[in-house]
């Protein structure tokens, strides 16, 4: 979620992420948070359940990405498009930057407020 007072000022990320989310219509993000957590250093409980190999695939893809985006491989996303469509897979990516930015902000506004 992006923070309310970011919400507030503005609005157009905030309904960017709302239709990322949607587009992407993807199970894993919450898990996907997780594992953007665990690579910025936060303490994070397990995922509670199981994950199906595509979920891993895509919490791996975002670790990759909060830990270094620029080091993400051509195969990841080609692992990501054998279950999706680029389309899918470029709504996917919205979300995973979007989770990122939240939970640096977060990070951030812990610290310093």
């Not at 936060?42 to 199906?52: A, K, Q, S, W």
Request: glycine fraction near 4%.
């Amino acid at each position: 979620m992006i923070p309310t007072v970011v919400a507030d000022l503005l609005p157009g990320p905030a309904e960017s992420f709302a239709a990322a989310q949607t587009a992407a219509d993807v199970a894993a993000l919450p898990h996907c948070r997780t594992a953007i957590e665990a690579a910025l250093g936060n303490e994070v409980p397990d995922h509670g359940r199981e994950l199906t190999e595509f979920e891993e695939l895509q919490c791996a893809f975002a670790e990759q990405f909060a830990f270094s985006v620029a080091s993400l491989q051509d195969r990841q996303v080609s692992m990501l498009l054998e279950h999706q469509t680029e389309a899918e897979v470029w709504a996917f990516v919205v979300a995973v930057y979007e989770i990122d930015m939240d939970v640096r902000l977060g990070l951030v506004a812990g610290r310093v407020l």
